[in-house]
């Protein structure tokens, strides 16, 4: 009865924000409230907010209705899983939201950074707390690309009290099929999101996002690319959670229209097979490759079905494939083993 | 012209053996007659004859022939890929000879012993021999259980002069469904030929491939098991190539009774289905845990088809699959997670 008409606002603003979401946020609504003007906070409600956006958006198009799971982490936070499986249009779409804490050692606090920064802790455990939403889309029709995000924000306290913090994330896509329209439209749409912050991060991140999608043993990309970073510090928390937040609100401008664009494409069982093939691929980049799945797996206590839910519906490896010269196939083989500059 | 009859004898046993492999051997049939005697020849002459001798078995069974592929290690030996994709009876079987050779890093040799022994080389590298025969076959009916086997054979010289060799290897099922009488079949095919040779070798290498084939982040085993080991080098030589013999020697045995005997069975879509869930933990199996998988795809300039051969044409990743309870689905998951004894 004794806060301010302006905390009244924000604090409707909170509650009503969570009305749209998918779920309740993961942390109780009375402590976001609370810590309203909190990085954390923030980060959640955007996280939250992500995920609604991208589930609706996909629900819209495909007919279907994600299915919705909340689930709890024994050593501390939860998350929301939203999935839809064998809708009209997508074969499998999860997007996930979680939100952790809890004691890491040195050597998984070390390992969670990939610039390997060392961390102090008291007997050696760091307070933690991780939050993120990720999202792999699947769609039915091969002339729909897949696509991929994740924006993630982590926060570590060290001995002394002081806090470490830094985010993540990126978006990528991975066509079957090599369309310059769609891909020139998903990368000058993150270009434009990453220009209002810094005029280097474009150039930086898209070289990053394709080092890092890169499947070594098969000596090519996983997709065209988009925008990927890491242990982004600098030069503040308010302003790096801007630039967050401005790549996760591309996310439906990104996509949604090139799914509409292809929703009535016809295609052939072999535009099907070579879209299982690639399937089987991206199985093989996600399993061998991504450190979110290789820490997930290895970390007791995660849960499986959400990170596990990034693989296709259905895969297929075909010994010795290879497409015929100047085939479609063929193209954007060409393109994922040198990839290419698409915006300048 | 001078050489003895006995030796011509056994010079034309080589030659004659030759015929009936898929192709002929890695290694110069010249440079095989010359060291008859010694166990790397007998290892190479051995895994062609159980390459040949398997896919045979399997080609009359399916009525498909195998699609032969010779290949090149451009640091030292090759191979001889088998594979049979899309058959009446196999949706994917392949059967790989490799015989290579070169040097290794200690780092690299160490690794390659699930001891991890110190080896020690001149600046460092020392001079290896490697060879093995390993198959991986999918059936398309989910009645026919996947079988894999592999049995490999190395030699390292150290700095001394001195030679250490082992052998490993073994032969494990996938069923999709639980047939106790399949299961037993096997098991005991296998015991029956570690008992040739040891007493106590079935017991420990049954148990050693549970502990090997084991899904950690699923808590449950890749299958039902069969028999696996490694480091194998005592008491001689001749010795562990005669247990090695028996094992390769019951490939046929233990896996062709199993087709002919679902070779007719029925099936549902269902059925298919959950096979093609199982497969996808065959997937997760072989990418993220399996140790030659690994090694392979870190190794430079060794051959990608190959090693992921071992992987079924399809595969199904659904989200939170659970079969429902008393179902036969939940009857096998029980026993993957919870390995039993199949023979006493």
Redesign the interface.
């Known amino acids: 009865t004794s806060v301010s008409v302006g905390d009244d606002e924000e604090e409707d603003d909170i509650l009503q924000k969570c009305k749209g979401f998918m779920s309740m946020p993961v942390t109780d609504v009375k402590l976001l409230r609370q810590k309203k003007g909190e990085t954390s906070t923030r980060m959640e409600m955007l996280i939250m907010e992500t995920q609604a956006a991208f589930c609706r958006a996909l629900e819209e198009v495909d007919g279907g209705k994600f299915?919705v799971?909340r689930w709890e982490r024994d050593e501390g936070g939860g998350g929301v899983s939203c999935?839809l499986?064998d809708g009209e249009v997508f074969e499998?779409a999860?997007v996930n939201v979680s939100v952790v804490f809890g004691h890491l050692t040195e050597e998984a606090a070390k390992q969670m950074r990939s610039r390997g920064k060392t961390l102090k802790g008291v007997d050696g455990k760091l307070p933690f707390r991780a939050m993120g939403v990720s999202s792999v889309i699947h769609p039915k029709n091969p002339h729909i690309p897949t696509v991929h995000f994740n924006y993630r924000y982590f926060e570590i306290e060290e001995a002394d009290g002081s806090k470490q913090w830094w985010f993540g994330g990126g978006t990528d896509l991975t066509p079957v099929y090599i369309d310059q329209a769609d891909i020139v439209h998903f990368h000058s749409t993150l270009k434009e999101a990453c220009d209002k912050h810094h005029p280097k991060f474009y150039a930086k991140f898209k070289k990053w996002c394709d080092e890092y999608f890169f499947i070594?043993?098969?000596g090519e990309s996983r997709g065209i690319g988009g925008i990927f970073f890491d242990d982004l510090d600098s030069p503040s928390q308010k302003e790096v959670f801007a630039f967050v937040k401005s790549c996760a609100e591309t996310v439906v401008p990104c996509y949604l229209p090139i799914v509409r664009k292809h929703l009535n494409d016809t295609f052939t069982s072999q535009e099907k097979d070579w879209q299982?093939v690639r399937r089987?691929r991206y199985?093989?980049f996600n399993?061998?490759y991504d450190r979110g799945v290789k820490f997930g797996?290895a970390t007791p206590g995660s849960r499986?079905?959400s990170i596990?839910?990034s693989?296709?519906?259905?895969?297929?490896?075909?010994?010795?494939h290879e497409p015929p010269k100047g085939s479609r196939e063929a193209q954007i083989l060409e393109v994922l083993r040198n990839p290419k500059q698409w915006v300048s």
């Not at 693989?311 to 010795?320: I, K």
């Open positions: 299915k799971d999935v499986q499998k999860g070594r043993h098969r299982q089987g199985v093989e399993l061998v797996l499986i079905e596990l839910m693989l296709p519906l259905t895969a297929r490896w075909e010994y010795m």
